[in-house]
């Protein structure tokens, strides 16, 4: 294979400006009235996206134990007020957590990471270049030391000075 058709395209599918107002959930389901601010919301072109979606959909319904934990403490914007999506996809990749506001990629890695290094580190590098921050854990980590892995993601949240 050339090494063009081993890149993924570095032009975003489609980000949303920071003015670009989008409906909220009514109230009834946990939402606010009105809209909200949409902040670098990465989205997959819709022909890829319906070859992800069958895939996002069952991880998000097996997750691993450490994600299972994880996900407890980021939904409904418990970590400071910041929204994470979970199994999103950007481009041709699925992440394990993705909060748009602070453009921050949180993969948690299982044993299977130890034969994968040079995928992930393409991976990573491809979020990268978009923008994104990627943050990496541990199984380990995330069940034995959640309070540490939720205090460095706080930090990562946190606007530099």
Not at 10 to 29: C, F, G, K
Not at 32 to 51: D, F, V
Not at 63 to 72: C, F, H, Q, V
Not at 85 to 97: E, G, P, S
């Amino acid at each position: 294979m050339t090494e063009q058709n081993n890149s993924p395209s570095l032009i975003p599918s489609h980000s949303l400006s920071q003015t670009e107002v989008i409906p909220d959930l009514p109230p009834a389901r946990g939402g606010t009235e009105g809209g909200i601010i949409a902040t670098h919301i990465w989205k997959t072109p819709p022909e890829l996206w319906q070859k992800l979606k069958p895939f996002a959909r069952q991880m998000r319904r097996e997750p691993t134990l450490a994600e299972a934990r994880l996900w407890e403490k980021l939904r409904n914007k418990q970590l400071l007020g910041f929204k994470f999506r979970r199994q999103h996809a950007i481009d041709r990749f699925i992440v394990d957590f993705y909060c748009g506001e602070a453009q921050l990629v949180v993969e948690v890695d299982g044993e299977i990471h130890d034969y994968t290094q040079e995928q992930d580190a393409i991976r990573q590098e491809f979020l990268e270049s978009l923008g994104l921050r990627v943050v990496r854990f541990r199984n380990e980590e995330v069940l034995n030391l959640i309070d540490g892995v939720l205090e460095e993601i706080a930090q990562t949240l946190q606007p530099t000075p």
